[in-house]
């Protein structure tokens, strides 16, 4: 059976309402509408603030192209489910020609990214801090759209590393259209992680000025990575001060997620389309 291009699929989906729209924008809208959406699965404080930045993204384009934007994630779910071993929005940002050369950003290649995760995992040093802490952290302070990330989690999962369960990931940048590709490749593959947007040197992790976003798989793993904390259900450590009878805005993006097994046990959030 032939493999799917999916890199060919998503540029055709864009270049749609390319003569609409700059490519900028629709890059930029399309990973805004997928991290909410993704984000807003669980009850976080911020959920309000970010349905109505929902709505007025959306409500930009005609019907006809918001109807796009829940195809073009759909290839991205596709895509990492096929073949987790890959930054797909990252090479995409290349591929479209998006990616700022005048500010130096420059996203690191998969397959070294993958050769640095395993010089990580050198000696012994990994499982006695999984005695001692029962999970392992991991920090990339200048993520972009997260290959390094992926790549630990890849190669901790063939060390017999649950990463889902036993790493704790936190990525930063200061560019927000490179935060939000981390966010959600992150979100997708399952990783507990906490996603900031700010400056790591000047303002480094939850800086008050620091816009901070946090995985589905963060908040089902929360109490692991709290000391002290027995393991109660994931709805006992929601944030506190969430109204949950906020509108879901995200629902007319046309899809709902849920946690669905791979062939090798991995879990994935995945969509399934609603009628």
């Known amino acids: 059976m032939e493999k799917k291009d999916y890199k060919k699929e998503f540029c055709a989906l864009m270049n749609r309402f390319a003569f609409r729209y700059s490519k900028w924008q629709i890059w930029n809208d399309f990973l805004s509408l997928s991290a909410i959406s993704v984000a807003n699965v669980m009850p976080v404080p911020?959920?309000?603030?970010?349905?109505?930045?929902?709505?007025?993204?959306?409500?930009?384009y005609q019907k006809e192209d918001q109807e796009v934007f829940?195809?073009?994630?759909?290839?991205?779910?596709?895509?990492?489910e096929e073949n987790p071993e890959q930054d797909f929005l990252g090479s995409m940002y290349h591929h479209l020609g998006l990616h700022q050369e005048q500010k130096g950003q420059f996203f690191t290649p998969y397959h070294i990214c993958h050769f640095m995760s395993e010089l990580q995992f050198a000696g012994d040093?990994?499982?006695?801090?999984?005695?001692?802490k029962g999970y392992i952290s991991v920090n990339d302070p200048a993520c972009g759209a997260d290959a390094m990330l992926i790549a630990f989690a890849n190669v901790a999962k063939k060390h017999d590393i649950n990463y889902q369960k036993q790493v704790l990931f936190v990525a930063q940048d200061i560019d927000r259209t490179a935060a939000m590709m981390c966010y959600i490749q992150l979100s997708l593959l399952g990783c507990p992680a906490i996603v900031i947007i700010g400056d790591s040197l000047m303002k480094p992790f939850l800086h008050p000025d620091n816009e901070a976003w946090y995985t589905?798989?963060?908040?089902l793993n929360r109490w692991r990575f709290m000391p002290g904390q027995e393991e109660r259900e994931p709805s006992d450590h929601m944030e506190a001060g969430c109204n949950e009878n906020v509108a879901d805005a995200t629902s007319?993006?046309?899809?709902?997620?849920?946690?669905?097994?791979g062939?090798?046990?991995?879990?994935?959030?995945?969509?399934?389309?609603?009628s």
């Open 252 to 261: 007319s993006l046309l899809w709902d997620m849920e946690l669905t097994e």
């Open 125 to 132: 040093e990994k499982e006695e801090q999984l005695k001692e």
């Open 70 to 80: 829940p195809k073009m994630l759909e290839l991205v779910v596709l895509a990492l």
């Open 46 to 60: 911020e959920k309000e603030e970010r349905e109505k930045l929902y709505l007025s993204i959306i409500s930009s």
């Open 263 to 274: 062939a090798d046990g991995q879990l994935m959030l995945s969509m399934e389309q609603v």
């Open 216 to 219: 589905p798989f963060f908040f």
